[in-house]
């Protein structure tokens, strides 16, 4: 269903686009090419030119870190510590522009559309001049507004900036658990433009603004552009054997049967089953 609407939402886009005329017609010279699918250059680590979790340095209040050192400590034992994204929770803002899978912009003067295989979701960036509502209804990718910048001066548009507020918890920024304050106020700030010797290549300057770091925290992420790409359904729940009981994490083997994750993990309670008597 999510992929239907996925390609629902190109049709529409290109409707708009090939329909309008007169006055109001797509002028797309002012903007850039970013058509494509793009990919990641880089770690999945959250700032790609840093190790992974404790060698990212994020600048974490003492209480994340923490909340980050667990995180980690239980991986290695086999858990899967702050990383929700393994019970197939969307990854949302700004875990999404690491582009675990390619993404792809869709640019049309009101809104610019980002869509990613992962979880099949969509951005919005609204360039249309709006305000921010009053009330947000939060949600994994939040609601952004941009603006479109001719940076260099020559009558194109070639950078976009954006701001994204109103997401929701539980996120982190990477596969490692890096956290997020559980107030759920970040701010997500981007600016994004091409290359300018290399134009199938994409940067991406993202800075938080989050209440579980003591200062904002920027990283650039890069992409590569692949201008015929091939583009596949990504369901996570199709291959999910992940089963979580209360606070627990267990597998399903190849047969279905229940499996632990770590060494003596203790079975689920099953009090609310028949017991077998021996």
């Not at 999510?2 to 090939?18: E, F, P, Q």
């Not at 091939?230 to 209360?246: F, G, L, P, Q, S």
Request: glycine share 8%; charged share 25%.
């Amino acid at each position: 269903m999510a992929r239907r609407l996925s390609c629902g939402l190109l049709v529409l886009v290109a409707a708009l686009a090939i329909g309008a005329s007169g006055a109001n017609a797509f002028d797309d010279a002012r903007y850039p090419d970013w058509r494509g699918g793009w990919y990641r250059i880089g770690s999945g680590n959250w700032d790609p030119d840093k190790p992974r979790g404790l060698g990212q340095e994020a600048p974490l209040t003492r209480e994340y870190q923490a909340i980050l050192e667990a995180s980690i400590a239980a991986q290695d034992n086999g858990s899967q510590g702050n990383n929700a994204g393994y019970r197939c929770i969307p990854h949302g803002m700004p875990r999404l522009m690491l582009a675990n899978e390619p993404i792809q912009f869709v640019i049309v003067p009101e809104t610019t559309y980002v869509m990613l295989e992962l979880f099949n979701q969509g951005r919005h960036i609204y360039t249309d001049g709006r305000g921010w509502p009053e009330r947000f209804t939060p949600a994994s990718l939040g609601y952004s507004i941009g603006r479109w910048l001719d940076a260099d001066g020559d009558g194109r548009y070639d950078t976009l900036v954006v701001e994204t507020r109103g997401l929701k918890s539980p996120r982190a920024y990477d596969n490692t658990g890096l956290p997020f304050h559980k107030d759920a106020a970040s701010i997500i700030r981007e600016r994004i433009w091409l290359d300018e010797t290399k134009p199938d290549v994409l940067h991406n300057e993202i800075t938080t603004i989050d209440h579980a770091l003591t200062r904002p925290w920027t990283v650039t992420r890069s992409y590569r552009r692949e201008r015929n790409p091939k583009w596949n359904e990504d369901i996570c729940t199709d291959y999910n054997a992940h089963v979580v009981i209360r606070d627990e994490d267990y597998l399903l083997s190849w047969d279905g049967l229940l499996m632990p994750t770590r060494k003596d993990q203790p079975p689920p309670d099953l009090r609310h089953f028949d017991q077998l008597q021996r």
